[in-house]
């Protein structure tokens, strides 16, 4: 009888991110296969695992998966992590996957965590239909026609990017898609943790230095977004202002999220609100919402 591939999630920053479940299955396996086996062996380490470890990454996938699958056939149950999070997420493995599963042996994965879900989840995008397209091409130019192919993707848009490319990616994406609201989520998880949420021009000016691992998270076009959708009662209207302002942190930028969500310009979206305060400042039978000055 076969053994099993367990695809393992690990922590993608804090090592208490990791399910009793996970740290039951390594312990019983008797390889592990994992992209860095140093970083690995920090995570066995502080939860006292002994179980032995192999390399699998992108160099060496072709050469060590026909191997691995030998010693699954012979019984052997093997556990696959990537450096952090999710296996097989812009990480290797799926050549393992294949042919273990080509050659009938059962593949388990144990759900856990995954950075474009905590990112996302986190963010105020819209959640129930998003891609996650991993990391843009490394070429500006290649970049430039990786982001025209999906200008009109009508879902939550979900990226990782390296630190040295990253501004250069959200100008060009600002360029190419418009200022759409992003989510920039930096080193989740781990004690310099942040994220900043806004339209892509408020947010370009505060990354002097981009340090760390970023997933961003980018709102659908407006397009798709509904701009027909109409513009709540008054007090509905400010009530919403006041809910968005707390996620941005800013008046300005709640204002151009607002605009954006019911297809209208910033600027006629400011004089609707300032109207609608002005209504509900002569009704007094109205409560008055919690609306940011």
Known sequence: MSGT?????????????????????????????????RRTAKLLRHYGIATPTTSLHDHNEHERAPAL??????????ALLSDAGTPIISD??????REALSAGISVVSLPGPSAPIAALISSGAPSSSFTFVG????????RIKWLKALADEPRTLIFFEAPHRLIATL???????????????????KIHEESVIGPISSLLPTLSTPRGEYTCV??????????????????????????????????????????RKYGMTARKMYTTIENAKLVLSFDINQPKPNYPS
């Open 5 to 37: 591939l367990y695809l393992v999630a690990t922590p993608i920053g804090n090592l208490e991110d990791i399910t009793v479940r996970a740290l039951r299955i390594l312990g019983e396996v008797r390889l592990i296969a994992a992209e860095d086996t």
């Open 69 to 78: 699958v030998e010693r699954l056939l012979s019984g052997i149950s093997i």
């Open 92 to 97: 290797p493995g799926l050549l393992l996957v």
């Open 135 to 142: 990391f843009p091409p490394r070429r500006s130019n290649d």
């Open 171 to 189: 100008t060009q994406i600002e360029t190419v898609w418009g200022d759409r609201s992003v989510a920039i989520c930096r080193e989740l998880t």
């Open 218 to 259: 980018v709102w659908p076009a407006l397009t798709e977004i509904n701009p027909a959708l109409p513009v709540p009662p008054g007090p509905d209207l400010l009530e919403e202002l006041g809910q968005i302002t707390k996620t941005y942190g800013s008046r300005r930028d709640a204002i151009k999220e607002i605009a």
